[in-house]
């Protein structure tokens, strides 16, 4: 029960309420009020606890080595939320005693990097990062994410600070968040990192193509930032390198998102960067998520990489560096993904779990046990090489394709993005594919008090009995999540979502017939399952 009004800045809080902002590997939460039934979970004071919990992990994690004062570094996207959260945040780092050097709008990839850089005018390498984002989410939403030099925290770490920062949250008084405010504005530090790292960005594509200073001259790219905070793509990467990028769009940050979502898996905003490509006659099309750790592209006439196509093309390009490479992807990658990587590229494809965190814990895993993954990528857009650190980098993925450009270019290979329309192709692309999300009801009396994880895993196993007595559906002989079986000349996947009470659903199919058969068999297995709205599913398969 919530104590009684009170006039303090800490209002009373539960653990539940601190352990609810976890999101797997990031914590997510609203921080912008407005949005009938979604209260303002992430308030300065819970920020300010989070980042204070972080700082103490932190400093335990470090205690070797920690003879001065650890530096964190915080950055943050574009949202509306940004500026009250970074002072928050400023202020549960500097009143645990650690630095804080502040960055201002920058990516989340860069926030990593800014724990690996060698460069102490930069006040670099930090400790710790900090980036404040909720990714492609609505403007209300914001989040945070963490970084040290080992990579970004995994969802067992981030129970741990949340936990803690539940109990600092409790401590905290009136008195004490001045103080800690005055502290952060006695100390906070400001750093124009992003800078550093775009040019290392500039230097990563100089130096593949034999280090020329404008490899780029001549082409004509145009980058969609969807107003979240890769804008500086166009100006701060590709100008240097000699590319033309008029009709570039959506670069000025708008927390408010006005033109579309900044996500490369939205049909809408692939929509609007493929009509920039093709109204700008440009070689090239780029999009970002809003905090760049996701991208996808379109050639000149209008093709996506995206998806399975992006997956194909980075393959392409790992697999002429390092032949015979394990491609480890999500689980919602297409059958015909699997034949492009393997028969065609010469590659090992091992589709693992759903999660960018998953997809690269697996490549290092297999790296470490022997055996050799240079790159790890998801659907979604986020993908990461072995090369760059196991950092997801949206920005860094579009650099490979750049290179990849640049020296066609250098070797007299002229026609634009012909060159990496050609790497996929092969690829066999489904005619329907479609992700239908089926939502089970957590209050049904179907649950028996149990909860929605164990209700979609009774759902999968049924499931997984049908498929072993229908002889047109063949079980997906590896599989590491959820429910996948072949028929039909498609194929669906069935598995429970990393963050929802939902199953999501992939059918891909050569036609939306054979598509509505796979539907068909999944929705007899599942029908029994009353709190499971199939309503999306039965939509599709009366279609
Ligand atoms: O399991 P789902 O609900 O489909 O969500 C899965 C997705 O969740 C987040 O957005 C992660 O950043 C992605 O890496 C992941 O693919």
Redesign the pocket.
Known sequence: MAAAPSTTAVPYLEKVDFMKLQN?S?IRGVAVAGVEGEPVTLTEPVTEAIAAAFSAWLLEMKRADASKPLRVSVGHDSRISAQVLQDAVSQGIAGAGLDVVQYGLASTPAMFNSTLTEDEAFLCPVDGAIMITA?HLPYNRNGFKFFTNAGGLGKADIKIILERAADIYKSFTDQGLMKSKRKASESIKRVDYMTVYTSDLVKAVRKAAENIEKPLEGFHIVVDAGNGAGGFFAEKVLQPLGAITSGSQFLEPDGMFPNHIPNPEDKTAMKAITQAVLENKADLGIIFDTDVDRSAAVDSIGREFNRNRLIALMSAIVLEEHPGTTIVT?SVTSDGLTTFIEKKLGGKHHRFK????NVIDEAVRLNSVGEESHLAI?T?G?GALRENHWLDDGAYLMVKVLNKLASARASGIAGGSKVLTDLVEGLQEPGVAVELRLKIDQNHPDLKGGSFREYGEAVLQLLENHIESDPKLQKAPVNYEGVRASGFGGWFLLRL????P?L?LNIEATNHEDAVKLGLAVSSAVKEFHALDTSALDKFIQT
């Open positions: 797997g990031d990714s999500d759903r999660g960018y965190k998801e979604s986020h979502s990393l963050h929802d939902v999501p």
